[in-house]
């Protein structure tokens, strides 16, 4: 099979789905271009900021993709790249992408708040704080496996010092912290035209790039970066969001669409064919089934739970208008889809060396299609892995945020000294960021099926707040309904397989057990307590009838 065929056929799907279901979309659930967002009626200069809608979409591409929509179809193609590229379509489209959509325009009409007050205002007070504790600490999960996918992308091995991938893209990755600085500086508080800014901004990220190639001078270990990812971003959930979240995700978002582009027309170049994965590699491989884990496993490729946080987490305050909502949050999703079948091209076309990582053999067999248009390998191979650093780390800092509003929002009813002291940015910043710090020993490997699961069962309580709302306005829910029902089912079974390996195994991992069983009672708790009160609210209102 031709690797051309699957991603032109991907890209022309994406862009009908947009134009046709994106658009009835925004109509059944009533997009008003009229109505002012939370990020006017709000605005503070710290978290509720407007933006051009163009400041968004980077923002919230860049945060959404992060590492997952690479790893998660590259880890899932054992088991086929077929059963991957067609959950990839139908899940950014009718499920991942309603997800997104559907959250950001419902954290838009409750004031730009998270999911968690969607659940409080539609289902109760205990639905919003059962689904904060789930949303936390799927948060905490986040943050330590990007960590650790970032710390090792940076590092430098002295024991093979001629490998410098690592080193260059740390290097590069500092500059660009320095350069978002700058840029938010000029754009917000020296009123710099956003135009002319970018293009300044676009050019002084390629040269940090060059840079950080001739110059890698950030020669750390893994250790140390995990430090300094740790130190950065608390410093990011505490800063106003314009002086370094927002500019840093709009101008990475440029890396990633160059990145996009150079891969696409390496395949348009070198058109490889999809020789080094079957087409279907069975039902079981390696002791895990197709059912739940392949649905689990691709993650950000198609469905989220950790966009909806993002949706109702920064970029809800930060839209100007709600006609930008389908672009940021529909939109953004399958971009992100397309990003997964180039991820998964990249596995099923290269050669991948043994031990090698997802972030290794994406970004060996990018460059390796990229070559076929005359960029040199190493500069590929070089460009490619600081896109998927810069993927990680703008997801890191985002889902760190997130866990600081979340964590907030948790003592918005204690009493004053409590909410004072644990509802501070200070103190929530602190213990988010501590929590995923003890979480790290573990490695993104062993983290990553108890991330997967927890948040994809995050989607589905999301999409459960989502019908919920749309419900009470009267809206029709066929839309969420069929993808919520089915990221319940894979997902309380994925979370019950992961109970038995990890605690009743031969090498059992007692910690990430308790946590999967903690989330999976969660989960039942609130979707007990969900359909209770919407039981209950539908009986009042037939009562007062």
Known sequence: MNSLLLLIGAIAIFIIAYLTYGRWLAKKWG???????????????????????????????????????????????????????????????????????????????????????????????????????????????????????????????????????????????????????????FVYRKSAKLGIATIIGVLVLFICIWLGYLFPVVKLSQGAWNIILILYIALASILPVWILLQPRDYLCSFLLYAMLIGGVIGVLFSTPALSEIPIFAGFKVNGNTLFPFLFVTVACGAVSGFHSLVSSGTTAKQVKSEKDTQLIGYGAMLIEGVVAVLALIA???????????????????????????????????????????????????????????????????????????????????????????????????????MFGSANQLLAALSLLAITAWLSKRGKKTMMTIIPMVFMFIVTLVALGLLIKTNLFSATPNYMLGIIAIILFVLAIVLVVESFTSLKKAKSDTSTNI
């Open 31 to 185: 997009i008003d271009f009229d109505k002012k967002t939370p990020a006017n009626t709000l605005k503070d200069g710290i978290d509720y900021v407007p933006a051009d809608a163009k400041v968004v979409l980077g923002h919230h591409f860049s945060s959404i993709a992060g590492a997952g929509p690479i790893t998660g179809p590259i880890l899932a193609s054992i088991f086929g790249w077929l059963p991957v590229y067609l959950w990839i379509l139908v899940g950014s489209i009718f499920i991942g992408g309603v997800h997104d959509f559907g959250a950001l325009f419902a954290s838009l009409r409750h004031d730009g708040k998270s999911i968690g007050e969607i659940m409080k205002v539609n289902i109760g007070k205990r639905g919003k704080l059962l689904f904060d504790i789930f949303a936390y600490a799927t948060l905490i999960l986040v943050v330590a496996a990007f960590t650790s996918i970032c710390a090792g992308t940076f590092a430098y091995n002295p024991a093979t010092p001629e490998n410098l991938t690592g080193a260059r893209a740390g290097t590069a990755s500092l500059l660009f912290i320095a350069l978002a600085v700058a840029f938010g500086y």
């Open 347 to 449: 596995v099923a076309s290269v050669a991948k060396a043994d031990g090698a990582t997802p972030a290794q053999i994406f970004s060996n067999g990018l460059a390796t299609f990229m070559n076929k248009f005359g960029l040199p390998m190493e500069i590929g191979r070089i460009f490619v892995t600081l896109t998927f650093s810069a993927f990680a780390l703008t997801s890191l800092d985002t889902a760190t945020r997130i866990g600081r509003y979340i964590f907030q929002e948790m003592f918005d009813d204690a009493s004053e000294p409590v909410k004072k002291f644990f509802g501070n940015i200070y103190t929530s910043t602190i213990i988010t960021v501590l929590l995923a710090a003890i979480l790290l020993g573990y490695g993104y490997d062993k983290i990553w099926p």
